[in-house]
Every structure is written in C-alpha cells, then in structure tokens.
C-alpha cells in the first residue's frame, strides 16, 4: 500500500480524488477484480478515518450492476454516513432505498463488529418509519433486534420499557403490541407481565371498531397473561364470543361458567389490584350485557339468542358418538331460544 500498489490505478485514483470519470470506465474498472478487493480498500479507507474518499469508492460500487448486490457496500456507506453528521439526508435517502430485509442483514452484520451504537441507530431508523407508517413488514424482527440492541447498549430495564413506550406511542397500528410485548415479558420477566396487560388495556380504549379480530385477539393475549384469574377469563371469553359469535368460543365461556366461582385474591394475583382495578371496566365495555349478577342460565339464553341458527347447525354437523346426548342438547337449545323469544 505504502508503494502505491492496489491504488496505483488511475481510474481508482479519479474516483478516490473525485475527478471526472465516465460510469462507463468506472464499471468497466470495477468488473477487472474481484469485489473483495474492493471491500477490503473501503474497509482499509473507514479504518483510516479517509471517510471522502472511502464515500467515493464505496458509491461507484454501489452504482456498479453487480458489485451492488454486495450487501458489505451498502453496510460500509451507513458506517460513512454515520461518521459525518452533516450527511444526515444522504443516511436518510439511502434508507428509503435499502430494503428492510436487507437493512436487517446489514444491522447484525454492523453488530458483529462491534459497532453496537451505530447498529442501534441503523435499526431504529429502519423500525421507526415502521411504526409510523403501520407497516408490518419485518417489524417482529425489527423489534427483537432492537430489543437486543437496546439493553446491550443499556442494561437498565427501567430505561428499555420506557423506549418501548416510546415508540408504541408513534405506532400507527395497533398490531404492533404483540412483537413488544413479547420483547417485554422475555426481557422484563415477572415484572414485564403486568406492563404487557396494561398495555392491553391501553389498546382495549382505541377504536377498534373496524378491526374485532384484533379486538378479540387483545382478549386472548390477557386471558392468557391471567390464566388462575376467573373473572377476568370469563369477562374476556364473554367479550371474544360477542365479537366472534362461534361456537367454540361459546363452549369456552360454558365451560368457564360451569367452573367454581372463586374469590379474587390479591396476594396470588400476577398483577398488582392497582393494574386489575382498572383494567376491569375497560373490559366491561366490550360486554353486551353485564353478566354480574346474572346466574349461567340467564347467560346461557342470551349467548344462544345471539349465536341463533347456529347452534342448531353445529350440533347436527357434531360426530354421532354422543348421538343421544346431543340430541338433548339440541332440544335444550331450541326451547332456550324459544323462551328468549
């Protein structure tokens, strides 16, 4: 390198120098050896602190047909871009280019080599349009790398939740509570149980009108945070059979209602009273009728009412092996739904 050798070229030197060169001889240069070379000048270059020059090479590789497809070029421009702060809009506008799945590919690669701050930046700037634009396109893995990243960068939990509830408040769709949610149970542990439901409740109060599959799914994910919970899991199944009118989720709520009523106690309880306290008439107001003081068959009447020829159907199309015993239910179904009427 001291002798001139690899960088003795002078079309290399045009494009180190930044002098006027036609795309065509550039490519032409670049297809004469192997892309590693080229990679291994950029690196020698970033290592240097020559971040122009190494710019300038790393460019007409990322403008060469195939050498582009390399995705170090990409990752070395980031690592460029990074190192001077008044390229901002040049970071920017290569973002928009990169594909996430790439971006994901380029950010592991940045992290293991060390540069944890710069990968943690690389991922927030590919998650952040994310969540904005309600894009669910490699969020799960977005959020998991970012997770990762996050706590590396800073151990503090406290600090980590506190990011999480950063970026769930510039999400535009509700969808992704689920990928943070994960990250926070398996980082937070016990703790990060209870913040998972209130962010449910929190996602409870949107207008989720338009959207009750994911309406019922916030059910299932606090019936399944609070499972020795059983008021909360028969308000949830309640709420999941109105929104889903099935008979499967009848059978869940049959099923719950036919269980020993057992007292609410705070002391075995995964979340603090604080948390259920408020958490209860949140859900409540997914409810068609408030079931309280309503014994199981007044409850029974008016789920069947609401599920209607339903039930009819399903129990006929149910396997002959308890033929008598839903022949039976069958009629008690009927003469339930008569009584409602």
Request: hydrophobic residues 40%; proline residues 4%; contains cysteine.
């Amino acid at each position: 390198i001291r002798d001139g050798g690899p960088w003795e070229d002078p079309v290399l030197q045009a494009i180190l120098k930044a002098k006027p060169v036609s795309q065509e001889l550039v490519n032409k240069y670049l297809s004469s050896e192997n892309p590693l070379f080229f990679e291994l000048r950029a690196r020698y270059l970033i290592a240097c602190e020559r971040i122009p020059e190494a710019m300038a090479l790393i460019k007409s590789c990322i403008n060469h047909p195939d050498i582009s497809k390399d995705l170090y070029f990409h990752q070395a421009l980031f690592t460029c871009l990074y190192m001077s702060p008044l390229e901002d809009q040049l970071f920017q506008e290569h973002l928009l280019r990169t594909d996430c799945k790439s971006g994901i590919e380029i950010i592991c690669n940045t992290e293991k080599e060390g540069k944890t701050t710069l990968a943690l930046q690389l991922c927030e700037s590919f998650l952040v349009p994310q969540l904005q634009n309600g894009d669910m396109y490699c969020i799960w893995d977005l959020i998991f790398i970012w997770s990762k990243l996050q706590l590396k960068s800073n151990p503090s939990k406290q600090v980590f939740v506190d990011q999480c509830y950063q970026l769930l408040r510039i999400a535009t769709n509700v969808r992704v509570i689920f990928p943070f949610m994960k990250v926070i149970k398996d980082e937070v542990g016990e703790d990060g149980l209870q913040i998972c439901v209130e962010i449910c409740g929190c996602a409870l109060q949107l207008d989720l009108r338009e959207d009750p599959s994911m309406k019922s799914l916030i059910y299932k994910a606090i019936a399944h945070f609070l499972p020795n919970d059983l008021e909360i899991l028969r308000i949830c199944a309640l709420s999941i059979f109105f929104l889903e009118r099935t008979l499967e989720s009848y059978y869940t709520v049959e099923h719950l209602y036919k269980c020993a009523d057992e007292e609410y106690n705070e002391c075995t309880s995964s979340v603090q009273n604080r948390v259920r306290f408020e958490l209860l008439p949140i859900l409540k107001k997914g409810l068609f009728f408030d079931p309280e003081f309503w014994n199981f068959l007044m409850i029974k009447q008016n789920c069947l009412a609401l599920l209607g020829d339903k039930a009819f159907v399903g129990l006929s199309e149910s396997t002959l092996e308890n033929s008598t015993a839903n022949v039976e239910k069958l009629t008690e179904y009927r003469a339930l739904s008569e009584e409602q009427v």
